[in-house]
């Protein structure tokens, strides 16, 4: 050691780990979007990740259409950002565009049979540089064929005119939704939620896939995504109890339809009924979803809060053929009862269901109120954000008590507001043998209470003679 005279400073990492927090209703949608009647490099909107934060952005990136069961992620977009008025969303659409490119040898003025989608033409270098509409050229449309005029720049340049046809009608499958991984390794579809962390840094709390997770095979691979997501994450999937003519038309037939769907678990949150405002129908899954978002953006971004019986900004509610269908408050019971939420008109509309997909089968609390469903996997998520820093280092008392200490510390704060009735981490002995520590394997934990929804309040009339004789009285 060097010989010191006079006086020294010196820093140390800080004992407390500041919280890292997840956005509990950051809904991640997959479905289709008419992305071939906008600009932009359709592998960037394909089967990827894309975090949207307004109406407009949503709209530049993937096109708009009012026809929600053809374009199924319009309706989030339509429902979230110009109805409910909450953010963001994560994109995740399926659908390439369906282009036909064709390869020009000496661009000047060249003519295409076919008449194309407005805003769908673009075209390329050989070396894949993409060129500038109104910079490097021109397009003009008629009803039978669009032209592509070179402007000077590239004038007499091979290049490659991508367009898409109006005769091009497309049709989705479930399969589309659910997607898969090919053989080098890039995944579609619902296994592209796997990408959301890696690619945008975001952990989600809410998964929907508009108009297909009626499906069977569709909300089970949301399911799939729903537990250990990344290895890391739980989330809760919101999915739709059909209500077309194949499924439930009236609330009698819920138990039967939500069993014939296979919907039966805590990470599940089914819900039964369009949702109308004005002309337009949303699937129940867009809406609940929006809701949820709204009322955890009302309370800190905490989902301590459940969206039940909370007032939901529509016209009515419908079968998805639009009949109107005006439940009175048993009726919807009965659809709660089953372990399915709906939409009920008490001085305006609301969503009405606290309950998971679990319930009745299952009667732990933890698994059979969304609000406490949420707010378990708000705090796993959080810890494995907080102190993922944390793995790896030398597994020593110092390494314990910053953990114990940075977590009650924030669960005394959450405890303090209200958030929950216990929120307390331990080191105990017990559960440490030697033959764990030894494996480099050290163990916490946790006890945690989120309060559960007031689901009923009941109090007892009882008349009172003396107090009406003592009126009369004049006592």
């Given at each position: 050691?060097?010989?010191?005279?006079?006086?020294?400073?010196?820093?140390?990492?800080?004992?407390?780990?500041?919280?890292?927090?997840?956005?509990?209703?950051?809904t991640?949608?997959?479905?289709?979007?008419?992305?071939?009647t906008?600009?932009?490099?359709p592998?960037?909107?394909?089967?990827?990740?894309?975090?949207?934060?307004?109406?407009?952005?949503?709209?530049?990136?993937?096109?708009?259409s009012?026809?929600?069961?053809?374009?199924?992620?319009?309706?989030?977009?339509?429902?979230?950002?110009?109805?409910?008025?909450?953010?963001?969303l994560?994109?995740?659409?399926?659908?390439?565009?369906?282009?036909?490119?064709?390869?020009?040898?000496?661009?000047?003025?060249?003519?295409?049979?076919?008449?194309?989608?407005?805003g769908?033409?673009?075209?390329?270098l050989?070396?894949?540089?993409?060129?500038?509409?109104?910079?490097?050229?021109?397009?003009?449309y008629?009803?039978?064929?669009?032209?592509?005029?070179?402007?000077?720049?590239?004038?007499?340049?091979?290049?490659?005119?991508?367009?898409?046809?109006?005769?091009?009608?497309?049709?989705f499958?479930?399969?589309?939704?659910?997607?898969?991984?090919?053989?080098?390794?890039?995944?579609?579809?619902?296994?592209?939620?796997?990408k959301?962390?890696?690619?945008?840094?975001?952990?989600s709390g809410?998964?929907?896939?508009?108009c297909?997770?009626?499906?069977?095979?569709?909300?089970?691979?949301?399911?799939?995504?729903?537990?250990?997501?990344?290895?890391?994450?739980?989330?809760?999937?919101?999915?739709?109890?059909?209500?077309?003519?194949?499924?439930?038309?009236?609330?009698?037939?819920?138990?039967?339809?939500k069993e014939?769907?296979?919907?039966?678990?805590?990470?599940q949150?089914?819900v039964?009924?369009?949702?109308?405002?004005?002309?337009?129908?949303?699937?129940?899954?867009?809406?609940?979803?929006?809701q949820?978002?709204?009322?955890?953006?009302?309370?800190?971004?905490?989902?301590?809060?459940?969206?039940?019986?909370?007032?939901?900004?529509?016209?009515?509610?419908?079968?998805?053929?639009?009949?109107?269908?005006?439940?009175?408050?048993e009726?919807?019971?009965?659809?709660?009862?089953n372990?399915?939420?709906?939409f009920?008109?008490?001085?305006g509309?609301?969503?009405w269901?606290?309950?998971t997909?679990?319930?009745?089968?299952?009667?732990?609390?933890?698994?059979?109120?969304?609000?406490?469903?949420?707010?378990?996997?708000?705090?796993?998520?959080?810890?494995?954000?907080?102190?993922f820093?944390?793995?790896d280092?030398?597994?020593?008392y110092?390494?314990?008590?910053?953990?114990?200490?940075?977590?009650?510390?924030?669960?005394?704060?959450?405890?303090?507001?209200?958030y929950?009735?216990?929120?307390?981490?331990?080191?105990?002995t017990?559960?440490?043998?030697?033959?764990?520590?030894l494996?480099?394997?050290?163990?916490?934990?946790?006890?945690?209470?989120?309060?559960?929804?007031?689901?009923?309040?009941?109090?007892?009339?009882?008349?009172?003679?003396?107090a009406?004789?003592?009126?009369?009285?004049?006592?």
């Open positions: 050691m060097a010989f010191t005279h006079g006086i020294y400073t010196g820093e140390q990492e800080t004992s407390i780990t500041a919280p890292i927090t997840s956005d509990a209703a950051l991640i949608v997959v479905g289709t979007a008419p992305i071939h906008v600009a932009g490099d592998a960037k909107v394909t089967n990827m990740p894309v975090l949207v934060n307004n109406y407009e952005g949503a709209v530049k990136a993937f096109g708009y009012d026809d929600f069961k053809t374009w199924t992620i319009c309706a989030a977009v339509d429902y979230f950002f110009r109805v409910r008025g909450v953010g963001p994560v994109i995740i659409n399926v659908y390439d565009g369906e282009y036909t490119e064709q390869e020009v040898e000496t661009l000047t003025t060249e003519q295409v049979s076919g008449k194309a989608t407005e769908s033409v673009w075209v390329t050989e070396d894949g540089t993409r060129l500038t509409e109104g910079t490097d050229y021109t397009v003009t008629t009803e039978d064929n669009f032209t592509v005029t070179a402007k000077e720049t590239v004038t007499g340049k091979r290049v490659t005119i991508h367009y898409h046809l109006d005769a091009t009608v497309p049709s499958t479930k399969e589309d939704i659910i997607g898969g991984v090919d053989e080098k390794g890039r995944a579609s579809g619902i296994e592209a939620i796997k959301v962390y890696p690619v945008l840094g975001k952990v809410i998964l929907i896939a508009p297909y997770s009626k499906e069977p095979e569709v909300s089970a691979a949301l399911l799939a995504k729903s537990h250990d997501m990344n290895g890391s994450w739980e989330v809760v999937s919101y999915v739709e109890v059909d209500s077309s003519a194949e499924g439930a038309t009236e609330y009698t037939a819920i138990k039967t339809r014939a769907q296979g919907l039966t678990d805590t990470s949150y089914a039964w009924l369009w949702g109308m405002v004005g002309e337009k129908k949303y699937p129940p899954d867009v809406v609940a979803a929006a949820t978002g709204y009322v955890d953006s009302q309370n800190d971004d905490v989902p301590y809060n459940s969206p039940s019986n909370k007032a939901t900004p529509l016209t009515g509610a419908c079968l998805e053929d639009g009949t109107p269908v005006y439940l009175d408050r009726e919807a019971n009965f659809v709660n009862e372990g399915v939420a709906t009920l008109n008490v001085n509309w609301r969503l269901g606290n309950r997909a679990a319930y009745p089968a299952s009667t732990d609390v933890k698994d059979v109120f969304l609000s406490v469903r949420r707010m378990m996997n708000w705090r796993r998520n959080n810890f494995v954000l907080t102190f820093q944390k793995v280092e030398p597994a020593n110092r390494l314990i008590e910053s953990i114990v200490d940075s977590y009650n510390q924030t669960g005394n704060y959450y405890v303090a507001q209200g929950c009735a216990v929120d307390r981490i331990e080191f105990r017990d559960e440490n043998p030697v033959t764990d520590i494996g480099g394997i050290i163990r916490f934990h946790s006890m945690y209470s989120p309060f559960l929804p007031a689901e009923t309040i009941e109090t007892t009339f009882e008349f009172d003679p003396n009406l004789t003592t009126a009369l009285s004049g006592e």
